[in-house]
């Protein structure tokens, strides 16, 4: 398996939090104002990128005809105001006829009643029932893309409540994965301090109180702390 298949295996089987994924990155990562139109959705895969731009959704009918099954569909968007950018109609035909996990769009979409009801994984902006029209326009700044796809394309998205995080090409590397299995076991030992030795926050997170008073921890926690001498950040 390659690296990348490494870290999409794990953070599907832990079912990583977009959270996670973002301490891991260092808190960065998030995909700005993104948010699920249905909650206690969570998916991980690779990243296809689409595009649109001036009010028109033309690029997005032409270009979603090329998901492949599994992917994450990430649309990017530029001016095109607050109309929608896609429907029920698009929706359904990326997630169960093109059969990708989840379709993320950078912008508002429409037809949110029948995206709720039919509990298809979506993430925008917001939502509107004013559309794009679906006539050709100025296509997207032809940089702008060729920069979002070199860090974009067939990268790691994680997606959840909490949004859309995604892990770009320049750091799907051994030590990201190192970072998630860090961060799970740091999470493990400090509501271990929480919840069994009633700690407070500061005594947890700021002190790191748990790496001098290790008589309070159990085995399996004193093995964690030898991945953890070094804090994952400065927070």
């Not at 508002?108 to 995206?115: G, K, P, Q």
Request: hydrophobic share 40%; charged share 25%; net charge neutral.
């Amino acid at each position: 398996m390659s690296i990348k298949s490494d870290i999409i295996s794990y953070i599907k089987k832990n079912r990583v939090s977009t959270t996670e994924v973002a301490d891991a990155l260092g808190k960065t990562g998030v995909l700005p104002r993104v948010l699920p139109v249905n909650d206690d959705m969570h998916e991980v895969g690779k990243v296809h990128c689409i595009f649109t731009a001036n009010e028109s959704n033309y690029q997005v009918h032409q270009e979603i005809r090329e998901v492949q099954e599994n992917d994450i569909v990430i649309v990017f968007v530029h001016n095109c105001g607050e109309r929608a950018i896609l429907g029920d109609l698009v929706t359904k035909y990326t997630l169960l006829y093109r059969g990708a996990k989840a379709l993320v769009v950078d912008g508002y979409v429409r037809d949110i009643a029948a995206i709720k009801r039919a509990k298809f994984k979506v993430w925008c902006q917001g939502t509107t029932p004013i559309g794009c029209f679906n006539v050709k326009e100025k296509l997207f700044p032809q940089q702008i893309r060729q920069e979002i796809e070199r860090k974009y394309k067939g990268a790691v998205a994680v997606c959840d409540d909490g949004g859309v995080v995604i892990i770009d090409n320049d750091r799907i590397t051994s030590d990201i994965l190192n970072n998630l299995h860090k961060i799970e076991m740091q999470e493990d030992i400090w509501f271990f301090c929480l919840d069994t030795l009633k700690w407070d926050t500061k005594k947890i997170v700021c002190d790191k109180a748990y790496l001098s008073q290790t008589d309070l921890l159990s085995s399996v926690h004193l093995e964690q702390l030898k991945e953890l001498n070094i804090p994952l950040d400065k927070n």
